[in-house]
């Protein structure tokens, strides 16, 4: 999903440039089994050219046949399909299994200040910090900021729209083993970009890795070189303390947001202890470890642990607390 914002954003950016007027759409909400998630964007332009998706296809073929005939001229609105809603004027297009889509509609026109949001939603994607977009929706007005903490990419109040904008968030797969492989598998389908290290040969053997980065290093040796940012996972998943400590004790230096390592109670308590003695991490260090790694679903198998690993990150992602689940 995070390459198609980039793709929307440079499809914006060329538009702009040759003067057309553009109607920037985000996803506010979702409910039931709507196609896309939040902040999922789409860009297009007066005579119906755009980039991106809202929906299935639906939702867009509504959309741009209104803004084709004149619709969406205000600098900013809200409107809602699905579920009933009545959203645009007599609009009743229905979502799969009965869903509801919320959608920002903002009006740029070919107007100088244009080209420095688009700037400064392509430096957020494709730079290593989060952001936050605030928009009064009165007047379309929005204000950068550095973003204060994870959270839900999307949050509403009547007057104003929050917006949490960053890069893809990355998953740094510490050491391969059988887990690793299905953490490589469910983190691509849910849009993460995958870097693999382990600097084993014969680790590599029969292991599948798509279209993930892979570097037959030290993971340590990688988060020296490139470090973690914010939207980064590190996870630590072969029972090798020679390589998940290492990983551990260069992981804290960096802002990934989520830093696990696999074993069990009595292990993680006993690396907790080394990682002190031996790699001089303070208390605040260790508090930053997920050990054991992963969610308490009772899991047995690499995929079951897998997919407790994965849950756990998009718990933190999202910013919800174990006991809020």
């Given at each position: 999903m995070r390459a198609l914002d980039?793709?929307?954003?440079?499809?914006?950016?060329?538009?702009?440039?040759?003067?057309?007027?553009?109607?920037?759409?985000?996803v506010l909400s979702t409910f039931g089994s709507a196609p896309r998630?939040?902040?999922?964007?789409?860009?297009?332009?007066?005579?119906?050219?755009?980039?991106?998706?809202?929906?299935?296809?639906?939702?867009?073929?509504?959309?741009?046949?209104?803004?084709?005939?004149?619709?969406?001229?205000?600098?900013?609105?809200?409107?809602?399909?699905?579920?009933?809603?009545?959203?645009?004027?007599?609009?009743?297009?229905?979502?799969?299994?009965?869903?509801?889509?919320?959608?920002?509609?903002?009006?740029?026109?070919?107007a100088a200040e244009v080209a420095d949001e688009l700037e400064a939603?392509?430096?957020?994607?494709q730079g290593g910090n989060l952001l936050e977009r605030r928009l009064t929706l009165?007047?379309?007005?929005?204000?950068?900021?550095?973003?204060?903490?994870?959270?839900?990419?999307?949050?509403r109040s009547e007057a104003a729209v929050r917006l949490l904008i960053g890069p893809a968030a990355r998953l740094l797969v510490a050491g391969i083993s059988p887990v690793s492989q299905y953490c490589v598998q469910f983190a691509r389908a849910l849009g993460f970009e995958v870097v693999v290290c382990d600097p084993r040969p014969e680790a590599w053997d029969g292991f599948e890795a798509g279209d993930a980065r892979c570097h037959r290093e030290l993971p340590s040796e990688f988060l020296r070189r490139e470090g973690a940012h914010r939207l980064t996972a590190v996870v630590a998943l072969t029972h090798d303390p020679r390589l998940d400590?290492?990983?551990?004790?260069?992981?804290?230096?960096?802002?990934?947001?989520?830093?696990?390592?696999?074993?069990?109670?009595?292990?993680?308590?006993?690396?907790?202890e080394r990682l002190r003695r031996s790699g001089g991490l303070s208390d605040a260090d260790i508090a930053r470890l997920h050990m054991p790694i992963g969610l308490a679903l009772?899991?047995?198998?690499p995929a079951e642990i897998a997919l407790?690993?994965?849950?756990?990150?998009?718990?933190?992602?999202?910013?919800?607390?174990?006991?809020?689940l």
């Open positions: 980039r793709e929307v954003v440079e499809a914006a950016r060329r538009w702009h440039a040759a003067g057309h007027d553009l109607w920037w759409c985000t998630e939040p902040g999922a964007l789409l860009v297009a332009r007066a005579d119906g050219r755009h980039v991106g998706s809202l929906s299935g296809g639906c939702v867009e073929e509504d959309f741009l046949a209104r803004l084709e005939a004149g619709a969406f001229r205000a600098p900013a609105q809200v409107v809602a399909y699905g579920d009933g809603a009545d959203a645009l004027a007599g609009s009743r297009v229905r979502l799969p299994c009965g869903g509801r889509l919320e959608v920002l509609v903002e009006h740029w026109p070919a939603y392509a430096e957020a994607l009165a007047d379309g007005r929005s204000h950068w900021t550095a973003a204060a903490a994870m959270g839900p990419r999307v949050a400590d290492l990983t551990m004790v260069e992981a804290v230096r960096g802002e990934a947001f989520y830093i696990g390592v696999m074993g069990s109670r009595r292990t993680s308590a006993a690396r907790a009772g899991s047995k198998t407790a690993v994965m849950a756990d990150i998009v718990r933190v992602q999202r910013g919800r607390a174990r006991d809020g």
